[in-house]
Every structure is written in structure tokens, then in C-alpha cells.
């Protein structure tokens, strides 16, 4: 039912951990299958049967369903044959049937050869499991069609799901079980689907195999839906989306302005920046348009890495900020601008002229609001190109914020503590997520012999470690139900932009804690994938800081932890997701009576 992705299956040590063990297996099944049969026999009727099925399974391999949202890889109801063969003709044929049937569709395809072979063996696997599933149900005494088919596609699915969760995971550095549970989430529907039909299928067959035939209308009607739907998605996103960035474009740009400036009453602080990419025709004239369209898709990148960014069409782009005070504004977008100080491939940095304005302050209309920014983008255009100029809190005056601009280091890290107090704010985890992260990572590292000076970076640290998530939109954030593969890959991003931010404050050791608070111990967390020492001690401090505060605060999705719920999560991951010294000084310093956790 399930394959991996083009370029899941790699030559990774830990991919190759998982592909062999799993080929070998398979192996040893297709030869048991290939010995009982030949001893066993195969009658004409038995053979044509199987090979009747083999065509269904590879043509309906072949074109696989495109059901979108689905983590791991794509779906194909193939496994409505696979099942029945189980069924019908015993585990042994059905393993041969669903090995051969991948094994060409793929190798057709001109797949790699270790992605060949690996979902090959997954099919074969899955197909013996649920051959035995059916066996064993078989016995019982009552209706096999009832009992048998259900228990043979749920075998399948089980084992084909998770052998290529596992290997996704792997490839991709994931944590195994959250993908497997958007998996199920994501393929529970087209899997009762598919038991349906194979229930069906046994029934038909057993009355004349040529009634199979009469499958193929709800199969084909299923499969051109399913297709529609997507051409209709696909072309709702088209409809809002720049094809040379990637960013929403100008009609998602006022969508979502009007979704955050509410006509009729306040809400909540936004503020809009319109930027423009000063030179973009010099550098089409100079470099030719596919230079050009790739500086743009660099910038609308570096924008999307810092907030909801769009293309509002030529060079303009606009930064949309909810939640985001104004001077807290003028912080994230200088910052941004360092970022974009960038050689993009040519001779000298792409620069960007912006202009800011902030609802209610400066206008209570999505228009209004769009007016004031476009005016102070003009007036940075007309007189510094490459700054950024915000209205100013009186709203008589312009205020222009350039990257090398002479800003006291102190205000900017206290504008920086404020930006990181918003996302507090906005976060499920309640107003105080990142001061009470910083107080006991500061003890840890007490604990574990850090002076104090260092100690007092740590606090720092942890007191901006979730600075990056400003650049997160809220629905992210607080999203009840498990995140979906490109919402996990926004909420990824947060480590990566508040290093940044960071390091423009000249915070270059905070800055790299930071960046790799989300590294694993086992080498499987981002952004790179760093193992074991290699983290920065304070890195690893900030992950257990933060891990154990998520635990015991309350979540929209559920409840806080007892503290001896929670120390028992950290300690099932020390030595995977956590250093297990770390862990021991946490314990350690828990148990001290001075301590208010």
C-alpha cells in the first residue's frame, strides 16, 4: 500500500541499518514461499488466478493514489490484490505475487537499486504477514470473508507501514513515532477503503473470478476522484502562490492581512513590512532574467526564514508580523536585512529597501495600513536605498533602520528579551516558557561545573532559545492535532532564525547554543544533525531545560506532568535524545530543597 519516496531510501549507515536486516528477512521469506509452493504444486486455475492478480496488483501499483498529506511516501491499492491473493491462495503466493509485482513496477521506473530492493522486500514481508494473519484467522468458525480478509489487510498494512516509517525516519533524522502517527492519521480512510474492497474482491472471486472484473469501475471512479481533488487543490494554491519564490503572492497577501486586521473591531498588534529588491533590473540586464529569478527566490527564502513572507509581484515582497509589537518590528526586520546582505552568486550583495507600519497604530484598515508601509518604503527608497524606514510612535516622522546602523547593543538585546517574551505569549506553554528555561539551565550548568559568567549565558540562552519562533505563524504554534510534514518543516526553522537574529547582535556564543538546542544525543535532531560531545554543553543543557519545562507545563493538546512523569520521559531518552549526564545533574538538582522548579 505504502512506498518510500524517491530519495528516502540512501546510503546512510542508519538507513543501511534498517535496508539490510529487512532485505535479508525478506529473503529468506521469498525462499520459504518459493519451497512450499514448488513442493505443494500449483494447479492451472491456481496459477492463472495468481497471475490474474499479479496484472491487477502492478497496473494499480503503477498508478498510485495521489493522496495528499501523506508523510512517508505515497499510496497505491495495490494491496487490495496482495490481500486477496492471501486469502484466496495462502501466504506462499502471495508472497511471490506482491515481491515480483513491486520488484518490476519499480525496477521499471528505473528506481535505484537499493530502493528496489527494499520496497520489494517490504511487499514481500507484508504480504507473508498477511497471508499468516488469514491462516490463523481460519480456523475459526465463522464467515472466513468476515474474519480472515480484515485480519490479513490489517497484517499488511501494519508491517508495510511501519518498515517504511522506519526507513523515512531514519533517512530523514524524524522521530519514528510522531511520523508513524501522522501516517496512520493521514491513510486511516483509504485503508478502510481498501478493506472494504478486498472483502469484496474474496466474495467475487469465490463465486467466478471473472467477476473481478466488476471491481475495476469503483476502483477507477475512486482513483479519478482522488485525482480531481488534487488538480482542484493544486490549482487553489497556484492561485495564491508566486511560482518563482514559492511565497504566497499578492491575493494571499490580502487575504491574510484581512484575516489579522479584524474590520469591525481591535485585535491583536500586527505589523507589515513592503520590501523591494534595489537593482533587480540592473541585475536582469547584467545577468539575464534566470540570475534574476534565482536572487529572488533567494530573498523570498531568507524572508520566509524570518516570517510570513510573500511576493507582491516584480522586486516587492512584504513581511507579515502577527502579534508583533512595533518596535519589536523594527528589531526583526533590521536583523532580517543583515541576513539578506547575502553574495546570491553575483559580484555584490542583493540589497532591500523596506518600509513598516503597524496596526492599530498606524492604520485600522488592511488598506490604510498597506498606504503607511508603501509610504515609508518610497521615502527609504528616495533617500537610503537599502534601509528599512518605520513610522515613528507619534506617527508624525519616518525612523530609519539600516543594518550597520549605530543602535545601542543594550536596547537591541533588550528589544531581542522582548521579541522572545511575545512568543512566550503566543506559545501553548503559558507566559513564562523561556524564563523558567533559563533559570534551570543556569543551575544545570551550576551543577556541572560552568563558572559564572558562563552561567549567566546559559540563563541568557535559555531566556532566547525559542527567539527563532517569531517567525512562526500562530496556527502553527497552536496546533492541537499532530503537524503535518511542511508545518513540522516551518516549526524546524525557529533554531535557525533566532541564531541569526542573535549573531546581528554580536551574541555569537548564545547564538550557536541556540542554533543546536534541538540536537539529538543520537545524532537525529536538526538542524545538522550533530551527535554526542559535539554539541555544545549549553546546547544540550538548553534541550533538557526545555524538555523537562514543555513536560510539566499544560499543553492545548493535554495536560502537565507529574514531576515523576516527567523525569521518567527524560530518562527514557537519555542516551537517544538526551546527554545522560545532563539528565543526572537535572535529577540532582531537583532534588535539592533550595530548588522551586
Keep these: 500500500m505504502l512506498q518510500v519516496k524517491t530519495k528516502a531510501v540512501s546510503q546512510d549507515p542508519g538507513v543501511l541499518s534498517v535496508v539490510l536486516p529487512v532485505t535479508v528477512g525478506a529473503t529468506f521469506a521469498i525462499a520459504a514461499a518459493a519451497t512450499s509452493l514448488a513442493r505443494e504444486g500449483l494447479s492451472a486455475p491456481s496459477l492463472a488466478g495468481l497471475l490474474a492478480l499479479f496484472a491487477a496488483a502492478a497496473f494499480t501499483e503503477a498508478f498510485p493514489l495521489p493522496i495528499r498529506g501523506i508523510p512517508i511516501g505515497r499510496t497505491s491499492l495495490a494491496s487490495v490484490f496482495i490481500v486477496g491473493a492471501a486469502v484466496l491462495y495462502g501466504w506462499a503466493g502471495a508472497t511471490l505475487l506482491s515481491f515480483l509485482m513491486q520488484l518490476t513496477v519499480e525496477a521499471s521506473r528505473r528506481r535505484a537499486p537499493i530502493r528496489v530492493a527494499y520496497n520489494s522486500s517490504v511487499y514481500a514481508l ?22 480472515e480478509t480484515p485480519a490479513a489487510a490489517a497484517a499488511f498494512y501494519t508491517v508495510d507501514l511501519v518498515l517504511v516509517a522506519l ?47 466488476a471491481l475495476f469501475g469503483p476502483l477507477v471512479a475512486f482513483d479519478l476522484y482522488q485525482r480531481s481533488q488534487l488538480r482542484a487543490l493544486e490549482a487553489m494554491r497556484a492561485a495564491v502562490t508566486d511560482p518563482v519564490t514559492g511565497l504566497g503572492n499578492r491575493r494571499r497577501f490580502d487575504e491574510r492581512l484581512s484575516d489579522e486586521v479584524p474590520p469591525s473591531k481591535p485585535g491583536s498588534p500586527v505589523s507589515v513590512c513592503l520590501l523591494d529588491v534595489d537593482g533587480l533590473k540592473g541585475i536582469n540586464d547584467r545577468y539575464g532574467h534566470p540570475i534574476g529569478d534565482l536572487a529572488l527566490a533567494d530573498v523570498g527564502a531568507r524572508l520566509a526564514s524570518s516570517g510570513e513572507a510573500f511576493r507582491l509581484g516584480g522586486d516587492e515582497f512584504a513581511l507579515l508580523l502577527p502579534n508583533v509589537e512595533p518596535e519589536q518590528a523594527r528589531l526583526l526586520v533590521e536583523l532580517v536585512l543583515v541576513d539578506l546582505a547575502l553574495e546570491a552568486g553575483l559580484d555584490e550583495p542583493v540589497k532591500v529597501s523596506g518600509g513598516i507600519a503597524a496596526y492599530p497604530r498606524d492604520g485600522e484598515t488592511p488598506q490604510g495600513l498597506v498606504d503607511r508601509a508603501d509610504e515609508a518604503l518610497y521615502h527609504s527608497k528616495r533617500h537610503a536605498p537599502g534601509s528599512v524606514y518605520a513610522r515613528s510612535a507619534d506617527g508624525l516622522g519616518l525612523r530609519a533602520l539600516v543594518a550597520d546602523s549605530p543602535t545601542d547593543r543594550a536596547t537591541r538585546l533588550q528589544a531581542a528579551t522582548n521579541l522572545a517574551q511575545a512568543v512566550d505569549s503566543r506559545d501553548s506553554l503559558g507566559g513564562s516558557h523561556s524564563q523558567s528555561v533559563g533559570r534551570l539551565a543556569a543551575r544545570i550548568g551550576e551543577r556541572l ?16 532559545h525559542d527567539l527563532g519562533k517569531v517567525a512562526i505563524p500562530e496556527e502553527i504554534l497552536e496546533k492541537p492535532a499532530p503537524l503535518a510534514s511542511d508545518e513540522r518543516r516551518v516549526l524546524e526553522r525557529h533554531p535557525t532564525v533566532g541564531s541569526n537574529m542573535l549573531t546581528s547582535l554580536g551574541l555569537g556564543a548564545v547564538s550557536s547554543w541556540v542554533l543546536h538546542h534541538h540536537e539529538r544525543w543520537d545524532g537525529t535532531g536538526y538542524p545538522d544533525g550533530l551527535v554526542g560531545d559535539v ?63
Excluded at 507473508?128 to 468476515?146: C, I, K, T
Excluded at 525516519?169 to 481498501?194: C, D, K, N, V, Y
Design 167 to 213: 526507513v523515512v525516519a531514519r533517512s530523514s533524522h524524524e522521530q519514528f513515532r510522531p511520523l508513524l502517527r501522522r501516517t496512520l492519521g493521514a491513510t486511516s480512510l483509504p485503508l478502510a477503503i481498501m478493506v472494504s474492497l478486498s472483502v469484496v474482491l474474496v466474495a467475487l472471486w469465490e463465486r467466478s473470478p471473472f467477476l473481478i472484473a
Design 449 to 464: 561545573g560552568c563558572d559564572v559568567e558562563q552561567c549567566e549565558l546559559i540563563e541568557l540562552a535559555g531566556r532566547l
Design 126 to 147: 507484508a504480504a507473508a504477514a498477511g497471508g499468516a494473519a488469514a491462516a490463523a484467522f481460519g480456523r475459526l468458525p465463522v464467515d472466513h470473508m468476515l474474519v
Design 535 to 597: 554539541i555544545p554543553l549549553p546546547a544540550r543543557i538548553l534541550a533538557v531545560a526545555d524538555a523537562f519545562d514543555a513536560l510539566v507545563s499544560d499543553h492545548v493538546y493535554r495536560g502537565r506532568l507529574s514531576l515523576a512523569q516527567a523525569l521518567g520521559e527524560l530518562e527514557r531518552g537519555v542516551g537517544t535524545q538526551f546527554d545522560p549526564t545532563v539528565v543526572a545533574a537535572l535529577v540532582t538538582e531537583l532534588g535539592d530543597p533550595e530548588y522551586d522548579f
